[in-house]
């Protein structure tokens, strides 16, 4: 083979790498859309008040299956003005919390293939 059939087979490889890590991208963003659409739409229902507010039991409901004890240590955590509730911009830190889970085990994913 010579040099200039060399050089087009890497260019197309890089190429494809190249694209194949776009998709990839566009795959966790996608999928990191998706996460928050989820999670705000959980909060959202978990509001049995409609202030906008989860209260530390409506928060719990969201979280079944996480120790009590845990759950008060997230959710005071979380409660920035430590009034005993979590207001949109407080529920937007577990949001961005539960996006970034979410795209360290994408990345782990993608990168182990």
């Keep these: 083979m010579d040099s200039d059939h060399l050089t087009s087979q890497f260019i197309f490889r890089a190429s494809e790498q190249f694209a194949d890590g776009k998709a990839r991208q566009n795959q966790l963003a996608d999928k990191m859309r998706l996460v928050r659409k989820e999670w705000l739409s959980?909060?959202?229902?978990?509001?049995?008040s409609g202030e906008g507010e989860l209260d530390f039991d409506e928060f719990s409901a969201v979280f079944k299956?996480?120790?009590k004890k845990r759950r008060r240590e997230l959710f005071d955590s979380?409660?920035?003005?430590?009034n005993?509730?979590?207001?949109?911009?407080?529920l937007r830190a577990l949001v961005k919390m539960k996006m970034r889970e979410a795209a360290g085990r994408a990345n782990f994913l993608t990168s182990s293939i």
């Design 42 to 48: 959980k909060l959202k229902q978990a509001d049995l």
């Design 84 to 90: 005993g509730s979590l207001d949109m911009i407080e």
């Design 65 to 67: 299956g996480v120790p």
């Design 78 to 82: 979380l409660d920035s003005d430590g």
